[in-house]
């Protein structure tokens, strides 16, 4: 069992020992992840840190606000909209692995240019131990370690060796509220890994709305107390649907739903029907260009997480 005070210690004394009188900046996304290493180098360095949230367009709704709304008092906080830049990047890409890695190098694209103006020398990145295991076993790539060549930023990364329920004590430890303690965990590709195929504004925005009214009706049912991670992919399929007295075609799209703990390995839990049914309702009631909802019952493994 991990020994949380020793390890804040040494992390912290770590970070300055390396960093010493070099400006650093945190790629922040407001996850627990992140949030845990900005508190760990806000301990650390103080304001030698500026925190860098990248809006890139492939955000769930609302995200941007509510990120910027929890950080901009807490830390030296600098929001920066890069939507255009992501998803022109992503025009015409269909293979996951080839969206991660046009994220992540697009990602360190910003990171260095907003180091430029603030004189920074590091990167802090928020990487766990189920990122790389799942890198190096060729599982998945994660965009955090698809980095290019000739990368000008020094990297550091103090929770590399934790595990989630590790990063959560850690987080609870030095004060953070449950809120972003326990924040389900979104990938870093975002909305990229949940729109399958080609990514485009017009299927950004349909798998956003769908996955607003999921995450709604989770919270009004309390469901996400015991649920690791829920969201709606949005297949790359469109099915005959009917709508009115008329015929319809649409797209399909698929609740998926787990518990876990580490994210190494999850289940789906046995599920409410009359929840789903109200689910699959009102997304194809307010969502017009969705006609059929699914849902993934399949585990991890052998199955992962995300679709893509």
Same mark, same amino acid.
């Given at each position: 069992?991990?020994?949380?005070?020793?390890?804040?210690? !040494?992390?912290?004394?770590?970070? *300055?020992?390396?960093?010493?009188? !070099?400006?650093?900046?945190?790629?922040?996304?407001?996850?627990?992840?992140?949030?845990?290493?900005?508190?760990?180098?806000?301990?650390?360095?103080?304001?030698?840190? /500026?925190?860098? $949230?990248?809006?890139?367009? @492939?955000?769930?709704?609302?995200?941007?606000?509510?990120? !910027?709304?929890?950080?901009?008092?807490?830390?030296?906080?600098?929001?920066?909209?890069?939507?255009?830049?992501?998803? !022109?990047? @992503?025009?015409?890409?269909?293979?996951?692995?080839?969206?991660?890695?046009?994220?992540?190098?697009?990602?360190?694209?910003?990171?260095?240019?907003?180091?430029? *103006?603030?004189?920074?020398?590091?990167?802090?990145? +928020?990487?766990?131990?189920?990122? &790389?295991?799942?890198?190096?076993?060729?599982?998945?790539?994660?965009?955090?370690?698809?980095?290019?060549? +000739?990368?000008?930023? /020094?990297?550091?990364?103090?929770?590399?060796?934790?595990?989630?329920?590790?990063?959560?004590?850690?987080?609870?430890?030095?004060?953070?509220?449950?809120?972003?303690?326990?924040?389900?965990? $979104?990938? +870093?590709?975002? @909305?990229?890994?949940?729109?399958?195929?080609?990514?485009?504004?017009?299927?950004?925005?349909?798998?956003?709305?769908?996955?607003?009214?999921?995450?709604?009706?989770?919270?009004?049912?309390?469901?996400?107390?015991? @649920? &690791?991670?829920?969201?709606?992919?949005?297949?790359?399929?469109?099915?005959?649907?009917?709508?009115?007295?008329?015929?319809?075609?649409?797209?399909?799209?698929?609740?998926?739903?787990?518990?876990? $703990?580490?994210?190494?390995?999850?289940?789906?839990?046995?599920?409410? &029907?009359?929840?789903?049914?109200?689910?699959?309702?009102?997304?194809?009631?307010?969502?017009?260009?969705?006609?059929?909802?699914?849902?993934?019952?399949?585990?991890?493994?052998?199955?992962?997480?995300?679709?893509?």
């Amino acid at each position: 069992m991990m020994d949380t005070e020793k390890f804040i210690e !040494e992390s912290i004394q770590n970070i *300055k020992d390396e960093v010493k009188d !070099e400006k650093v900046i945190i790629a922040l996304s407001g996850g627990v992840d992140s949030s845990v290493a900005s508190a760990l180098a806000s301990e650390a360095i103080g304001k030698q840190l /500026e925190a860098i $949230f990248v809006d890139h367009g @492939l955000l769930r709704k609302d995200e941007a606000k509510e990120v !910027e709304e929890t950080f901009k008092d807490k830390l030296n906080f600098k929001l920066v909209d890069a939507a255009d830049e992501f998803v !022109e990047a @992503l025009a015409g890409i269909t293979d996951p692995e080839k969206k991660r890695e046009i994220i992540g190098h697009k990602f360190i694209e910003v990171f260095e240019r907003e180091a430029k *103006k603030s004189g920074a020398k590091y990167l802090l990145q +928020g990487t766990i131990a189920p990122d &790389w295991i799942e890198s190096e076993g060729n599982i998945k790539s994660h965009h955090n370690l698809t980095l290019p060549d +000739g990368l000008v930023l /020094e990297i550091i990364e103090p929770l590399r060796e934790l595990y989630k329920d590790e990063v959560r004590e850690v987080g609870t430890q030095l004060g953070l509220p449950d809120k972003i303690v326990h924040r389900q965990p $979104f990938p +870093g590709p975002g @909305l990229a890994v949940r729109v399958l195929g080609e990514v485009t504004k017009e299927k950004l925005d349909i798998c956003r709305e769908a996955n607003a009214i999921l995450n709604e009706f989770v919270e009004k049912e309390e469901l996400d107390k015991d @649920l &690791w991670q829920y969201f709606v992919v949005l297949t790359n399929s469109k099915v005959t649907g009917v709508k009115g007295d008329q015929r319809d075609f649409g797209y399909l799209v698929v609740i998926r739903m787990v518990q876990s $703990f580490d994210a190494m390995t999850a289940n789906v839990p046995d599920l409410p &029907w009359e929840f789903l049914h109200n689910v699959s309702q009102e997304i194809t009631a307010k969502v017009p260009q969705i006609t059929h909802v699914s849902l993934s019952l399949s585990n991890k493994p052998p199955s992962t997480i995300e679709f893509e």
